[in-house]
């Protein structure tokens, strides 16, 4: 199982940037995706989340209305669209699965982490 995510950067309040989160090594329609975040000093948190088909989405009450979940199973891919940013939406994004193996039951897998600064 492999997570890569993109997109991150350096973006003024009220801007928006697009994450993306490919996965390969497993069968990645079959799985929902999640989205976390942790800036410095605190705890890693739920963003969103998405259902296999894309046709059920979650998310954290700091970021409704402003961040939109997606995913295109064709490429493998999630996707985070932030608009509205905020300085308070700086941290470090994360995608996370959790996939089902025979030898290890349940496991979380994570990505390497995008940094996202939102700053003026």
């Known amino acids: 199982v492999h997570l890569v995510e993109s997109g991150g950067g350096l973006v003024q309040p009220g801007g928006s940037l697009r994450l993306s989160c490919a996965g390969s090594?497993?069968?990645?329609?079959?799985?929902?995706v999640n989205w976390f975040r942790q800036a410095p000093g605190k705890e890693r948190e739920s963003v969103a989340t998405?259902?296999?088909?894309?046709?059920?989405?979650n998310y954290a009450d700091s970021v409704r209305g402003r961040f939109t979940i997606s995913r295109d199973n064709a490429k493998n891919t999630a996707y985070l669209q932030m608009d509205s940013l905020k300085p308070e939406d700086t941290a470090v994004y994360y995608c996370?699965?959790?996939?089902?193996?025979?030898?290890?039951?349940?496991?979380?897998?994570w990505g390497q982490g995008t940094q996202v600064t939102v700053s003026s």
């Open positions: 996370n699965v959790v996939v089902f193996d025979a030898s290890k039951g349940w496991a979380p897998y």
């Open positions: 998405i259902s296999m088909a894309g046709s059920s989405t």
């Open positions: 090594g497993f069968a990645f329609s079959n799985y929902n």
